[in-house]
């Protein structure tokens, strides 16, 4: 008995694009969330019934970035950013919040552990199984990730109060 | 949704609801254009409630009535056609528009592709003879039987239009009891004698000479 995929994109998706973001800055993150959500679209027909829906996302998003991740390393670098320079009219973008990019600055393990983990909620055992290594692997790298980022940000309560982040 | 399970991930939460939007409908359109989009829905106003309606890529597939639990209508449409179903209003739009004049009293005949996929057999039959059914005129079930070849099949009648999937569309309100009574309708009574009267007084206000 299958669910919609409407239900699936609108239970899920939040978490997902916060897997992508953890890991991919704008708008590669928005693309690898497309490109999960259309992968997970084709093969949902032959999913298997009571499997875990959000781990299996987070695991095709997790392959998705990396993907995008490879793709980055092999585009000819030293270009001028120019999605900062250019000042075209497209869509208006929310500021991005420091704490993504601290995230994506976390050594690889550490940010796939936090993100899967804190993010998306799967737990440490099912994170070892996306990341490889041991459970206790997962969880310690997770636990470094989240010490850093607390490091890095030394209250806390100002990056969770609204108007700290749009002033 | 599952929160962050730490606090420091409070923050990150703040634009996420313009965002999804957004990625919601690239997402529809994409799985479009790759011939992934299975069952394309959305809702309209109308006045006889909040109409849901799906379509295949052959056509319009199903519409249904509040009274139906639209939630409860897409779980049957991802268990008998596919799951592959994602809200998409741009492939219903003809829809809409045509059941928007229709209930403004503009439109007397639709013309949409329709996937009758969700009736078989002396149903299937059934439906296509009620489309013959002119705007403003009724039939008994025992006319629409007769009109079948299987006169005695009254009740299989009712039934096909109890069951009917596209109502409004392919009219079985516009089928009524030999008695005169209303008899029964997918939409609940009120809904049957509304569309009724809209075609009544379309009938007679706008084109007195015809028939």
């Not at chain 1, 928005?30 to 259309?38: G, K, V």
């Not at chain 1, 980055?72 to 993504?100: F, G, H, K, M, Y």
């Not at chain 2, 519409?63 to 008998?80: F, K």
Request: aromatic share 6%; net charge neutral; hydrophobic share 40%.
């Amino acid at each position: 008995m299958k669910r919609p995929f409407e239900e699936i994109v609108a239970q899920h998706g939040p978490t997902v694009l916060r897997v992508c973001r953890a890991v991919l800055a704008r708008p590669d993150a928005d693309d690898a969330w497309s490109e999960t959500f259309l992968a997970a679209m084709r093969a949902y027909s032959d999913l298997a019934d009571g499997a875990n829906i959000e781990a299996w996302l987070v695991t095709i998003a997790h392959h998705k970035a990396i993907d995008s991740l490879r793709a980055q390393s092999r585009r000819a670098v030293p270009v001028a950013n120019i999605d900062e320079t250019s000042s075209n009219a497209s869509a208006w973008e929310p500021p991005e919040n420091d704490l993504w990019a601290a995230l994506r600055a976390l050594p690889t393990k550490q940010r796939q552990a936090v993100a899967y983990h804190h993010l998306a909620g799967l737990p440490y055992a099912e994170v070892a199984t996306i990341i490889g290594g041991s459970t206790d692997a997962a969880r310690r790298a997770a636990y470094d990730g989240v010490r850093t980022l607390r490091r890095r940000y030394r209250d806390p309560q100002q990056l969770t109060s609204r108007e700290g982040i749009h002033s | 949704m599952i929160n962050p399970t730490d606090p420091i991930f409070d923050s990150i939460t703040h634009d996420e609801a313009d965002t999804m939007a957004r990625l919601h409908d690239r997402l529809a359109a994409a799985a479009d254009v790759d011939r992934l989009l299975d069952v394309a829905y959305r809702t309209v106003d109308s006045p006889v409630g909040t109409l849901l309606l799906a379509a295949t890529d052959q056509g319009l597939l199903r519409i249904a009535y509040q009274l139906e639990n639209h939630d409860q209508v897409l779980q049957t449409l991802s268990e008998r056609v596919s799951p592959r179903i994602l809200y998409a209003p741009r492939r219903l739009d003809q829809v809409a528009r045509q059941l928007a004049e229709y209930f403004a009293g503009d439109r007397r005949d639709f013309v949409l592709p329709l996937d009758f996929r969700l009736a078989h057999g002396f149903r299937r039959e059934v439906l296509a003879r009620l489309v013959m059914i002119d705007y403003g005129h009724t039939e008994t079930y025992s006319q629409v039987a007769a009109a079948t070849g299987h006169p005695r099949a009254v009740r299989a009648v009712g039934t096909a239009c109890a069951t009917n999937p596209l109502p409004v569309i392919v009219p079985c309100h516009r089928v009524l009891r030999s008695d005169g009574q209303l008899g029964g309708y997918v939409g609940g009574l009120p809904t049957k004698a509304a569309l009724l009267s809209l075609e009544a007084g379309q009938y007679s206000d706008t084109s007195p000479a015809m028939r």
